[in-house]
């Protein structure tokens, strides 16, 4: 939300409760999936722009490009001068707002029913193992899942198709998936679930023995906050445990937690030795280990020299994710 008092966000917040399909939470404008703008606060500055005034205590005015912007926007009456076509809601009026949120909750359906679907496939993982498999309710086909490519699920799919649907192994060569499914990657479908879902999903062996870097997250770089980020650099430096980790970075358990469950389902890291991939710190000093580990024969006093060097990084060399 932008340009917004306290007390009319908590207006917002109360429609938005009522929702009977998606349970929505107010966070950070860089990663929501969707934005609402007063549009009292909102200047029109040409060009898809709109500078935005603050009704924060001690905030600043922000500016957003609306043409660049994927996802749904809506604001608050009265709109900005020379500002056509934007959706808009009436914020003294509740059912309008929830009308808003049911806008976004179509436009963002497939995002939904990926998550869903994600949300299914952590349950039945250590029964999935690789594969290609169908997921039918009631015989109607909602989902095809490549484990070790993407996943297509049928954007308008509910809880409740889940509930009674089936797993069935398939012939990859021979599937036929309707156009209108929705098609995203597996890695970017467990990297979205696991960000957000408040479930604790790290493996309990990340968090007593070592955990090493393996190799940067194969999904758009926008998608990698700072916090992953500085877990990757630290993990490139050197293993670490949980502890060691939550110590060195200062991470609340939650925090940490989370973010290392996202690196671990798209496999940027590895609690096996023997999988840790190069790093930074491996491809300048493991070059004459010629072993499966790039960490394990490095010579520790080599890596304390370069370590004051390394904490520089903002990122592990290979995240170039050009």
């Not at 005015?61 to 056509?84: D, E, I, K, T």
Request: glycine letters at 8%; proline letters at 7%; a neutral charge.
């Amino acid at each position: 939300m932008a340009g917004f008092s306290p007390e009319q966000e908590q207006v917002i917040q109360a429609a938005t409760a009522a929702s009977r399909l998606t349970h929505w939470v107010c966070g950070p404008l860089a990663g929501a999936d969707a934005w609402v703008v007063n549009g009292q606060c909102a200047q029109h500055l040409g060009d898809g722009r709109i500078r935005i005034a603050s009704r924060q205590p001690g905030e600043r005015s922000m500016q957003l490009h609306l043409s660049g912007a994927q996802r749904p926007v809506a604001f608050s009456l009265p709109l900005p001068p020379n500002l056509p076509g934007a959706a808009s809601f009436d914020l003294g009026v509740p059912e309008s707002i929830l009308e808003a949120i049911g806008v976004f909750e179509f436009v963002l359906a497939a995002e939904v029913a990926q998550f869903l679907l994600a949300g299914q496939i952590i349950d039945q993982q250590e029964v999935l193992g690789s594969g290609t498999y169908e997921f039918r309710a009631k015989g109607h086909l909602i989902a095809v899942v490549d484990m070790k490519g993407d996943a297509c699920v049928l954007p308008s799919v509910r809880p409740a198709n889940f509930d009674v649907a089936v797993w069935t192994r398939a012939n990859h060569d021979h599937l036929r998936i309707p156009r209108n499914f929705a098609r995203a990657s597996l890695a970017l479908l467990m990297w979205r679930y696991v960000s957000r879902s408040p479930r604790d999903l790290l493996p309990e062996r990340y968090r007593s023995g070592p955990i090493y870097f393996r190799r940067p997250p194969r999904i758009d770089p926008v998608l990698v906050e700072e916090e992953h980020l500085l877990v990757m650099r630290d993990l490139a430096i050197r293993p670490a445990s949980y502890g060691e980790l939550k110590a060195r970075l200062g991470m609340e358990d939650a925090v940490l937690t989370r973010t290392l469950a996202a690196l671990y389902y798209v496999g940027s890291i590895t609690a096996n030795r023997l999988r840790a991939g190069p790093t930074s710190v491996a491809g300048e000093l493991g070059r004459a280990y010629q072993g499966p580990s790039r960490y394990a024969e490095l010579r520790s006093g080599r890596v304390t020299l370069e370590l004051a060097e390394l904490r520089h990084l903002t990122a592990p060399a290979p995240i170039t994710l050009a």
